[in-house]
C-alpha cells in the first residue's frame, strides 16, 4: 500500500474497555492501544490524549466512533452523539461525537459498536458479498448489529435486540440479572449473567459439559430466532468476550435455532448459518475504521 494511501483513526467504546487504532486499511494498522473503561471524563480523556500524540506525526483523514449504547444516533438530535440511558454507571448522558469532533476538527461517524462490527464484517469479513447480516456480540452486555439492504437499522432509536425477553426452556427458569429487564438475553447470557449463574465458581471452573452452557446457548439461540424472523439476515456472526473464553457455545447455538423454529422458516444454509466473525477480535475497532472511512465524503 502507497505512503500516499490516507490514514483513519478509529475508536471503539466498550464496556470493559476501549481501543483506538489508526489504519489505512485492516491488514495495514499503524497504532493501537487500549484503555480501560472507565468513569467518562477520565476515560474520554486518555483517548483523546492518545489521538493527538498520534497526530502531531500523522494526520489522520476521518475519525469513526463506535459506542456501546443506547446512543443518539440521530445527527438532527440535540444530543447527537451522546449515550442514552444504559447499564454502564456512570455513562448515562455522557458527551462522546460532538466532543471528538470539536477536539479534532476531522468528519466523525458515529455508530453502535455492534452496528461498526456488523459493517467491517461485511467489508473485510464474514458478510462480505451480503446485503443483509446481522453481528451479535455477547460480553459485558448482549448487542446486536443489525444491518438491512446495507444500512443500520434505524427508528426513534437503533435495535437493542440484547434486551429482547425470550423463552426460557422449564428447566432452566432463572430471573437473570439485567436491572432493567431482568430475564432479557443480557440478562441471562452476557458475562455478568453467566457470573452469576456459575457463581461462586468462577469461569475456568465450570466444563464444557455444565448445565449452565447449554442454558446460554438457549437464550442465544431464542436472540437468533428473533432476528431471523424479523429481517432474515443472510448470516448471523457471534463474536465477543464470552464466546472467545467459550467457543463451544458457538456450535450448540445453530441446532437449537434450527429446533427452535420449527421448520417454519429454513435457513439459507443448514450448516454454517451461524459463524464465527471473521475478523476475531478485531470486529470491533475495525468496525469504527470502517466507519471512519465512510466519513470522509
Known sequence: MSEAAPIYAGVELGGTKCIVVLAREPHEIIARETV??????????????????????????????????????????????????????GWSGADIAPRFAERFGVPVKFETDVNGAALAEMRWGAGQGMRDFAYVTVGTGVGVGLVVDELPTRGFLHSELGHICVAQRPEERWDGVCPFHGACVEGLASGP??????????????????????????????????????????AIAIGGGVMLRQPHLLDRIEPMLIESLGGFMPLPRTHGYVVPPALGRDAGPLGAVALAMDAKA
Open 36 to 89: 480501560p473503561t472507565a468513569a467518562p471524563e477520565e476515560t474520554l480523556t486518555a483517548l483523546e490524549q492518545i489521538l493527538a500524540g498520534w497526530r502531531e506525526t500523522r494526520e489522520f483523514r476521518a475519525l469513526g466512533i463506535a459506542s456501546f449504547g443506547p446512543v443518539d444516533l440521530h445527527r438532527e438530535s440535540p444530543t447527537w452523539g451522546h449515550v442514552l440511558n444504559t447499564t454502564k454507571q
Open 193 to 234: 449473567a453467566i457470573e452469576a449463574r456459575i457463581a461462586p465458581r468462577r469461569f475456568d471452573q465450570v466444563g464444557v459439559d455444565d448445565p449452565v452452557w447449554d442454558a446460554v446457548a438457549w437464550a442465544l439461540a431464542q436472540l437468533c430466532h428473533a432476528v431471523v424472523c424479523a429481517a432474515a439476515p443472510e
